[in-house]
């Protein structure tokens, strides 16, 4: 059975208030809406896709996101054009989110171009473009 997707994808942060002064509008300018918001949640929906961001435990809201660490280790949205990475590259700069890497064609995939960023809790996004099916043409001629 081939599933159609994925969900959403929940983020626990160290402060949800803080996160969403990011979040709120970097997914905003995706054209996601914001469903639920209180103070320790807030559920974005939009493209087929949702993102929740809950508040870490007390005890731990003092700990920051380690990518090796068990667990997650990013989560990558897809573009729709190879310009609206540069796009969104531009917007969280605006944003003040820290750069891993700007838009750049890695080997991935033919014709991978993406970014990768971090949140304020160190948590990493990357937003890619792959023209066509990518590695899909190659499985479905197979």
Known sequence: ??????????????NVVESTKFNEPFLHFL?????IQTDEFFYFIGSRTGIAICQADPELADD????????????CLRA???EHVDAIFEFVRGLGATIVHPPREDGYAPGYYSVLLEDRDGIRIEVNHVPGKGWLEKREAA
């Not at 920051?64 to 989560?75: A, D, N, P, S, Y």
């Open 31 to 35: 054209e996601m809406k914001t469903l």
């Open 80 to 82: 729709r054009e190879r």
């Open 64 to 75: 920051r996101f380690v990518q090796r660490r068990v667990g997650l280790h990013h989560f």
């Open 1 to 14: 059975m081939e599933v159609n997707g994925i969900a959403h994808i929940q983020l626990t942060v160290s």
